[in-house]
């Protein structure tokens, strides 16, 4: 594997995947001896990405009427399709 001018290489597929390292992710480097060594810092970004989706999905949920707070997804998904809309009294599935 060849070092770009700028100091850079490709880290190969499965050595990625098998350390966890996606696109976004941090890492640091250290010296052991005379090898470079790559560790993944902090959280994935997927992850991150994923609380952020629940924290507006969450912010987008209490701003709707209380109408529409009982509704699940299906039940939305209905709605914004122009299918008629009836709320259940059973409670939401998928809610943590």
């Known amino acids: ?3 770009t001018e700028k ?11 098998a350390a ?3 696109p976004g992710s941090a890492v640091s480097f250290s010296l052991e001896g005379s090898k470079i060594v790559i560790t993944p810092v902090g959280t994935a970004v997927k992850d991150d990405r994923r609380a952020k989706l629940r924290a ?9 009427s209380l109408e529409f707070q009982q509704l699940g997804a299906e039940e939305i998904m209905n709605f914004l399709r ?8 059973q ?6």
């Open 20 to 22: 966890g390292v996606a």
């Open 56 to 64: 507006a999905a969450a912010r987008v949920r209490r701003s709707m």
């Open 7 to 17: 100091g850079q290489v490709t880290i190969p597929k499965h050595i990625r995947q």
């Open 91 to 96: 409670p939401r599935r998928g809610r943590r």
């Open 82 to 89: 122009g299918d008629e809309v009836k709320a259940t009294t």
């Open 1 to 3: 594997m060849l070092v």
